[in-house]
């Protein structure tokens, strides 16, 4: 009879949550399950029919709570396992991901009275329509020179949780009174499973502006909005988890719905990027993990506390305790891709690739590979989603520059491909030049399939490319987390060097083509700082007008 135990990892993305079941011994990865979110990102119109303006993405609770009652047994039924071996459960969230919530952790969605508003539903991260509060906050911030702001690179996103919640306060004042907990889902999942409230020190330092253990000031928050001066005090502030510490023990009720056994550690919550980091061992200074999916998140841990311009943030403990964690990111890297796909292909392509049993980002990847750098003779810029590293601006917008009537769909899908890679290397060349060196890049997420993409990533870095060897790398990270809390291992560096998983230097950079996209990169920075710093904020109009004919049509902001 096996003595083996196991700790099941739960990662909740943007459409969908993975449950994972990996052995703590050697961290073999035995079974694993996928429950695809009912309503997916709530965008155009509430569940009960109300339309949403532009730049909203919502999410229902409920949806997360049925991956702990779908894809978790499911996991462990497929692992094959006794469920009485699992000692520790762990989850991991997009972030900024939060919801308002009653004080029993009710969320308001859920509540009758609210179930047709709008600001009572998870504001999922890609929700960017809180840029103008974001603005406000920033420019009062440098005016009264807070000395948290550089710890942000110098400005707060609109993702983040200051911004959402003054939104709320701002457009529906009712739903903010009503409101007694804003808290991340990254906490609100892990209070439906052991019954307790436990505000993760990840998300609070990162997307809360909880830096040296204070929030920004009463009187600061006044100056924003009068109604916003006690929003710390009365529906934010809650004591801080450790990240690896049990949060609490899973309840009877949770166990029922998981199949797990009632009592076992439930981790303190985590973000699905930073809780990477482990499972791609990289918990040494100058690590950094780039986690490409929807958008990228770059996190990494240095000995050092430097400013580095557009970060979105370095946080004391925020990856591995006893280091500064740093992160930054890109808005839209495979939400551009999959863009492209659905809207920029021709039928002959979408018929090519279905005779063939392959996918349009396959077949457009094979025909982008046979080209030379530069041959389609374009640049992009990749912002569809705003930019997250290194301006922080989410009404930022994409470009291609150079097409031509010879121009065809595989040319823009590899400068797609390219401008991501680009955007990479401003954040890489930032974090240098600001006294904070990468010494290793690691590639984790669903991209690094595409061998391509790595390729271009590694020419356009001139690095090495590790790549996380795990295609569930948050779940994989939070099941490390998991045997942690659940104490079979003393902290999160031990745990990461058994359990965690990496293939070092996968792809290496080609002198040639790195020496070619140099000179397109220089032409992608001037693009970037005419765009995004310079003396045409075209995007912006473009984005006003286009609010202004939604309103006037009576399908935009009220």
Same mark, same amino acid.
């Given at each position: 009879?096996?003595?083996?135990?196991?700790?099941?990892?739960?990662?909740?993305?943007?459409?969908?949550?993975?449950?994972?079941?990996?052995?703590?011994?050697?961290?073999?990865?035995?079974? =694993?399950?996928?429950?695809?979110?009912?309503?997916?990102?709530?965008?155009?119109?509430?569940?009960?029919?109300?339309?949403?303006?532009?730049?909203?993405?919502?999410?229902?609770?409920?949806?997360?709570?049925?991956?702990?009652?779908?894809?978790?047994?499911?996991?462990?039924?497929?692992?094959?396992?006794?469920?009485?071996?699992?000692?520790?459960?762990?989850?991991?969230?997009?972030?900024?991901?939060?919801?308002?919530?009653? #004080?029993?952790?009710?969320?308001?969605?859920?509540?009758?009275?609210?179930?047709?508003?709008?600001?009572?539903?998870?504001?999922?991260?890609?929700?960017?329509?809180?840029?103008?509060?974001?603005?406000?906050?920033?420019?009062?911030?440098?005016?009264?020179?807070? #000395?948290?702001?550089?710890?942000?690179?110098?400005?707060?996103?609109?993702?983040?949780?200051?911004?959402?919640?003054?939104?709320?306060?701002?457009?529906?004042?009712?739903?903010?009174?009503?409101?007694?907990?804003?808290?991340?889902?990254?906490?609100?999942?892990?209070?439906?499973?052991?019954?307790?409230?436990?505000?993760?020190?990840?998300?609070?330092?990162?997307?809360?502006?909880?830096?040296?253990?204070?929030?920004?000031?009463?009187?600061?928050?006044?100056?924003?909005?009068?109604?916003?001066?006690?929003?710390?005090?009365?529906?934010?502030?809650?004591?801080?988890?450790?990240?690896?510490?049990?949060?609490?023990?899973?309840?009877?009720? #949770?166990?029922?719905?998981?199949?797990?056994?009632?009592?076992?550690?439930?981790?303190?919550?985590?973000?699905?990027?930073?809780? @990477?980091?482990?499972?791609?061992?990289? @918990?040494?200074?100058?690590?950094?993990?780039?986690?490409?999916?929807?958008?990228?998140?770059?996190?990494?841990?240095?000995?050092?506390?430097?400013?580095?311009?557009?970060?979105?943030?370095?946080?004391?403990?925020?990856?591995?305790?006893?280091?500064?964690?740093?992160?930054?990111?890109? =808005?839209?890297?495979?939400?551009?891709?999959?863009?492209?796909?659905?809207?920029?292909?021709?039928?002959?392509?979408?018929?090519?690739?279905?005779?063939?049993?392959?996918?349009?980002?396959?077949?457009?990847?094979?025909?982008?590979?046979?080209?030379?750098?530069? +041959?389609?003779?374009?640049?992009?810029?990749?912002?569809?989603?705003?930019?997250?590293?290194?301006?922080?601006?989410? +009404?930022?917008?994409?470009?291609?520059?150079?097409?031509?009537?010879?121009?065809?769909?595989?040319?823009?899908?590899?400068?797609?491909?390219?401008?991501?890679?680009?955007?990479?290397?401003?954040?890489?060349?930032?974090?240098?030049? =600001?006294?904070?060196?990468?010494?290793?890049?690691?590639?984790?997420?669903?991209?690094?399939?595409?061998?391509?993409?790595?390729?271009?990533?590694?020419?356009?870095?001139?690095?090495?490319?590790?790549?996380?060897? =795990?295609?569930?790398?948050?779940?994989?990270?939070?099941?490390?987390?998991?045997?942690?809390?659940?104490?079979?291992?003393?902290?999160?560096?031990?745990?990461?060097?058994?359990?965690?998983?990496?293939?070092?230097?996968?792809?290496?950079?080609?002198?040639?083509?790195?020496?070619?996209?140099?000179?397109?990169?220089?032409?992608?920075?001037?693009?970037?700082?005419?765009?995004?710093?310079?003396?045409?904020?075209?995007?912006?109009?473009?984005?006003?007008?286009?609010?202004?004919?939604?309103?006037? #049509?009576?399908?935009?902001?009220?």
């Amino acid at each position: 009879m096996s003595n083996d135990k196991y700790v099941v990892g739960v990662d909740f993305g943007t459409l969908s949550g993975r449950a994972l079941v990996v052995r703590i011994s050697d961290g073999a990865e035995v079974g =694993s399950a996928v429950h695809e979110f009912p309503h997916a990102v709530v965008t155009d119109a509430l569940p009960t029919g109300e339309a949403l303006p532009p730049e909203w993405a919502l999410q229902v609770p409920q949806d997360y709570r049925e991956v702990l009652q779908v894809a978790v047994p499911q996991a462990v039924r497929a692992a094959a396992i006794d469920p009485a071996d699992v000692i520790g459960i762990a989850t991991d969230f997009t972030a900024c991901t939060v919801l308002p919530a009653t #004080a029993d952790g009710t969320p308001l969605s859920e509540l009758p009275a609210y179930a047709n508003r709008p600001h009572a539903y998870v504001k999922l991260w890609k929700h960017h329509a809180a840029q103008g509060q974001a603005d406000r906050i920033n420019e009062l911030a440098r005016q009264r020179g807070e #000395a948290w702001l550089p710890r942000y690179g110098g400005l707060i996103s609109s993702e983040w949780e200051f911004a959402k919640a003054l939104q709320v306060l701002e457009e529906d004042p009712e739903v903010y009174a009503a409101t007694e907990c804003w808290l991340e889902a990254a906490d609100w999942i892990v209070w439906q499973l052991c019954g307790r409230y436990v505000r993760n020190a990840c998300t609070a330092g990162y997307k809360g502006i909880l830096q040296d253990g204070t929030y920004p000031t009463p009187e600061f928050l006044a100056a924003l909005n009068p109604g916003f001066a006690r929003f710390v005090v009365d529906k934010l502030e809650h004591p801080i988890g450790q990240l690896g510490e049990a949060a609490g023990r899973l309840t009877a009720q #949770a166990a029922a719905w998981t199949g797990l056994p009632e009592g076992i550690a439930v981790a303190v919550g985590n973000v699905d990027a930073h809780v @990477t980091a482990p499972a791609a061992q990289a @918990t040494e200074p100058g690590q950094m993990v780039a986690i490409m999916g929807t958008s990228t998140c770059h996190v990494m841990s240095s000995t050092v506390l430097r400013e580095v311009p557009g970060m979105c943030g370095v946080v004391d403990g925020g990856i591995i305790a006893g280091l500064w964690g740093y992160e930054a990111g890109q =808005s839209g890297v495979g939400d551009i891709f999959g863009w492209f796909t659905r809207t920029g292909v021709p039928a002959a392509y979408e018929t090519e690739a279905k005779e063939r049993g392959i996918s349009v980002h396959q077949l457009l990847t094979e025909r982008a590979a046979r080209q030379a750098v530069g +041959e389609h003779g374009l640049i992009a810029l990749d912002w569809h989603s705003g930019n997250r590293s290194v301006l922080v601006d989410h +009404e930022l917008s994409g470009v291609v520059v150079g097409q031509t009537l010879a121009t065809r769909p595989e040319d823009t899908y590899r400068a797609l491909l390219e401008a991501t890679a680009y955007g990479t290397r401003v954040i890489l060349e930032t974090f240098r030049d =600001s006294g904070v060196p990468v010494s290793e890049l690691i590639v984790a997420g669903g991209l690094t399939k595409n061998r391509l993409l790595m390729q271009i990533y590694a020419d356009v870095t001139r690095m090495p490319l590790s790549v996380l060897a =795990s295609e569930q790398g948050p779940a994989l990270g939070s099941a490390i987390h998991a045997a942690v809390a659940a104490g079979a291992y003393p902290g999160i560096t031990t745990a990461a060097k058994t359990m965690g998983r990496v293939t070092r230097a996968a792809y290496l950079p080609d002198e040639e083509r790195a020496a070619a996209y140099d000179a397109l990169y220089a032409e992608y920075l001037r693009l970037h700082d005419y765009f995004g710093r310079g003396p045409n904020p075209v995007m912006k109009r473009l984005k006003e007008i286009r609010r202004s004919a939604l309103n006037a #049509a009576g399908r935009g902001e009220s």
